[in-house]
């Protein structure tokens, strides 16, 4: 995937780094245009690099203990960072005190704060007033749009002739962003038009130009936005729209999926799922149903196929993802491809099977 390009910023994922809870900056890390990421800290694994740690590939990001190390290397470098960027991504989306301490710390050494969870800073009272003394933003990305500037459904997307693949999953936080983001980058080397709606705070942070916080709108506009971001998509030029699932279609807190498959009517649909999980991510006892019964969900509901599964393999070992990918194969009878380390290349041969210029 390709380097962070943009602004550069610190992200925080204290104690989180290499978890389902560190997904935001596990995003960050491994593609974003909006920031150059200069380091992530987590003292569990400071004095590695971020890449090795998460995908076992170099990428050039250290990870550190603390703020003082993270600024240290940076000024070091002779670089300035603007952005202070909280990469958690815990269940309910709150923020811990310990993380509101170094928020704090932050503003005050005249960081912007960029912050995706549902508790937000702009609204505390003690950090805005920092922020303000610092004359420094505090961006917090699921803040939803006002009333005015939402968008209800129309039909319009109707209209659209590009080709609609949404990347559903079996569960959260099981990789759908980054596998559709290999797919986008795997079209655009060939030479296609190709554009992601992001639909979590994660893909705006990567530079998502088409992109919705679906988690915090109003219900009856979630359906209008989604529609709104792919039509926008489409006008612009895009051949190819890759749109980001949330959730799943039958995950017990976040069942997600749903107002995708109907507002933005895909043309197919890619499974994100972990052979290995057992039961839903942060919620034991809830057993995850079947693979098998998600894809006839997703048919059940939409109407269209889904053509392929891309694999997780956490807590499967190197020589186990291959088999693990014959056994969907052989269960489901759709090819199953692990993009995170063969890339996306065969992914992106079976979607073209469906292309149609």
């Known amino acids: 995937m390709k380097k962070s390009i943009g602004t550069p910023a610190i992200v925080y ?40 740690v998460l ?25 300035t960072p603007e952005y202070f960027i909280i990469g958690l991504a815990p269940d309910g989306g709150r923020l811990s005190s310990e993380a509101r301490e170094e928020v ?38 699921r803040k939803p749009p006002h009333r005015k500037e939402l968008h209800f459904f129309s039909g319009d997307i109707e209209k659209v002739d590009a ?28 030479g296609f038009k190709a554009e992601m709606v992001g639909t979590g705070q994660t893909a705006w942070m990567q530079g998502a ?23 926008s998509a489409w006008k612009d030029g895009a051949e190819i729209i890759i749109i980001e ?19 933005c009517r895909p043309d197919m649909v890619v499974m994100q799922h972990a052979p290995a999980r057992k039961e839903y991510d942060g919620f034991p006892g809830y057993p995850m149903h079947p693979l098998s019964d998600q894809i006839a969900a997703v048919k059940i509901l939409s109407g269209k196929p889904v053509v ?28 199953a491809f692990d993009v995170l380390v063969e890339g996306g290349s065969g992914l992106c041969d079976e979607i073209l099977k469906y292309w149609k210029r």
């Open 13 to 52: 994922c204290q104690s989180a780094f290499n978890t389902p809870n560190g997904k935001t900056a596990h995003g960050l890390v491994r593609f974003t245009e909006r920031f150059k990421v200069l380091s992530v800290i987590d003292a569990t694994y400071a004095g590695k690099e971020a890449g090795e």
């Open 55 to 79: 995908d076992n590939r170099s990428n050039g990001i250290p990870i550190v203990k603390d703020l003082e190390e993270a600024m240290g290397k940076a000024i070091h470098a002779g670089i």
């Open 104 to 141: 704090y710390k932050a503003i005050n050494r005249k960081m912007n704060i960029v912050c995706g969870l549902h508790d937000f800073l702009s609204e505390d009272r003690e950090l805005a007033e920092a922020a303000a003394k610092n004359n420094i933003q505090l961006l917090d990305i």
């Open 163 to 190: 080709l609609k693949i949404a990347f559903l999953g079996t569960d959260s936080a099981v990789g759908k962003r980054t596998s559709a983001w290999i797919l986008v980058h795997e079209l655009r080397r060939r």
């Open 209 to 231: 130009k088409y992109s919705l916080v679906l988690d915090s709108l109003v219900n009856d506009f979630v359906a209008g936005e989604l529609e709104h971001a792919t039509v």
């Open 245 to 263: 699932g949330q959730g799943s279609l039958m995950n017990p807190a976040y069942p997600g999926g749903h107002e995708i498959l109907a507002a």
């Open 308 to 335: 392929a599964v891309t694999v997780n393999h956490e807590n499967l070992t190197s020589d186990e993802i291959q088999p693990a990918c014959d056994d969907i194969r052989q269960e489901v009878g759709i090819p």
